[in-house]
């Protein structure tokens, strides 16, 4: 992992998009790239403009490297004070502050101290890396004021598979303790479980058993999504996974690159994350969150009859918001 440096302006923003996943009203990030090395990452798509990938010379759709701001912290304080409109911030929105790189500068523990430490304020952690855990002896103090949430990509069975695609995150078994741990010590606690990909985590089977996972460890909200098909993370996810010899997994990949075929199969998640919630939660916690203008306007109308839990995010294939 080739590890890199930048300096960003920001600690906490206003994210209006974070807020209309009815996520949080603020966002941290603490660089711009994390080492988590998720290929199915559409960070780069986001933020490929930024002038920190030119810097360090790396391609924002590449590979086996990692940005951070070691200063982050700092500045978190500073709008932590200052800042008068205070809510909930999402820790982080596009990198991972428990990420290894990012762990080296305790930056995910430094950020959740800075936010906390003033009144008003309460943060939504999400991460992959069950190290998170070595913090929660902080969470405990404010245990009121945070959310713990780990992203959850797939059952524990799909261990070598996901090993493939995001080789440097915790396995999602230790991911899943983590979760169990939390509630163990009366931490609050919700469910991320994106991106649920198809050939992996979307069978009807493996949905129920992540809900339930969910209701074992007390989660409040349970946040679904479909991968984002932008950029070139499903090539590379795809080609991943066939050199692994994972050629079942590598195929569905691959047929999701297909505009109507990812159409299909964002619905078919819809209505699997809903029978599961359905069966064994309560439909009124789900978040899905979709973003449509990949969608079909067939499909568009086949949500819309039954869209409890759906959170429509920007503008619908059929032109409507």
């Known amino acids: ?50 002038h920190s990938f030119e810097d360090v010379g790396e391609s924002p759709f590449g590979a086996g490297y990692s940005i951070v701001d070691s200063n982050t912290p700092g500045r978190v304080a500073r ?14 929105t596009t990198v ?3 990420a ?15 936010i906390l430490s003033q009144p008003g304020w309460t943060v939504r952690i999400l991460t992959k890396n069950a190290e998170v855990v070595e913090d929660f002896d902080l969470v405990r103090q404010h245990a009121d004021r945070v959310l713990v949430g780990l992203s959850i990509t797939a059952t524990p069975e799909k261990g070598a598979v996901m090993s493939v695609i995001e ?13 169990k741990k939390a509630h163990e010590m009366g931490l609050r606690t919700y469910a991320m479980f994106c991106p649920l990909l198809p050939g992996i985590a979307h069978h009807p089977d493996q ?3 992540l809900i339930r996972f969910a209701v074992e460890f007390g989660a409040e909200e349970v946040f679904v999504e479909a991968v984002n098909a932008r950029g070139p993370g499903l090539r590379m996810t795809q080609e991943a996974l066939e050199a692994a010899g994972h050629v ?29 919630m359905r069966d064994v939660f309560e439909v009124d916690r789900l978040r899905f969150l979709l973003y449509p203008s990949q969608l079909s306007p067939e499909h568009v109308n086949q949500i819309e009859q039954d869209d409890a839990g759906v959170v429509w995010l920007r503008r619908r294939g059929n032109g409507t918001t």
């Open 96 to 98: 991972d502050a428990w």
């Open 1 to 50: 992992m080739r590890e890199y440096t930048t300096e960003l302006k920001s600690g906490i923003t206003r994210s209006k998009e974070f807020e209309k996943k009815r996520l949080a009203s603020y966002g941290v990030n603490v660089g711009t790239r994390c080492g988590n090395g998720c290929l199915y990452c559409s960070t780069g798509a986001v933020m490929r403009m930024h």
């Open 248 to 276: 079942a997994e590598a195929e569905a990949i691959g047929g999701i690159r297909k505009r109507e075929n990812w159409s299909r199969y964002v619905v078919d998640l819809i209505r699997a994350v809903q029978q599961a």
């Open 167 to 179: 080789p440097n995150a915790s396995p999602n078994h230790d991911r899943l303790q983590v979760l």
């Open 79 to 92: 709008d932590a004070r200052r800042m008068r409109h205070r809510g909930t911030v999402q820790l982080c």
């Open 207 to 209: 949905i129920e058993k």
């Open 100 to 114: 290894p790189e990012s762990r080296r500068y305790s930056l995910g523990r430094r950020c959740l101290a800075s």
